[in-house]
């Protein structure tokens, strides 16, 4: 699969996954179907200053999120080990799923090429989706600023659903 930046996913049905997650468990799309609304957050690493942001600010909104019955879950291309030991230090108290091969990323388009001092590389962009009950995107937040970005989501839904 080639690597797209195509975000255009909003009215679709949002491609399905089925991945490991911090808590010890599986989490699949699928379960959520006709339950909850999911909001999905790509972040590109584990434990880094703009990743730790936007994990504590949505743990610190989490009760807010559950008030509402959305689901919270933050998907990077970390191992396993790496989100549960994130999610244990930082004491999220929602799964971080742990997306190794990047084929959810790819799916989702946010498995793109980036540049650091130079370098190119590819990583996951910092982008938000939020599902409705019926699994279609009902809406992407593109380059996310982490800061505040908890509480965007959590307007939008409000005003939106």
């Known amino acids: 699969m080639s690597p797209t930046n195509d975000l255009s996913l909003t009215g ?4 399905k996954f089925k991945l490991p997650a911090s808590n010890g468990r599986t989490i699949a799309l699928e379960d959520f179907k006709g339950k909850q609304i ?8 584990a434990d880094t200053p703009g990743c730790t942001t936007e994990a504590c600010a949505f743990r610190d909104a989490l009760a807010d ?3 509402a019955r959305i689901a919270v879950f933050g998907i ?9 030991k994130f999610a244990e ?7 971080l799923l742990a997306d190794e091969d990047h084929t959810v990323a790819e799916k989702y388009g946010c498995w ?3 540049s650091m001092y130079g370098k190119k590389y590819w990583g996951a962009a910092r982008n938000t989706f939020v ?8 809406h992407v937040f593109e380059k996310v600023k982490p800061a505040g970005h908890d509480q965007e989501v959590l307007i939008w839904i409000r005003e939106n659903t």
């Open 131 to 138: 599902i409705g009950k019926e699994g279609k995107v009902l």
């Open 89 to 95: 230090k930082f004491h999220l108290n929602f799964p």
């Open 12 to 15: 679709k049905l949002a491609p």
């Open 65 to 67: 999120y559950d008030k």
């Open 112 to 114: 793109q090429e980036k």
């Open 38 to 45: 999911v909001v999905l957050y790509f972040y590109p690493r």
């Open 76 to 84: 990077s291309p970390d191992s396993v080990k790496d989100v549960t």
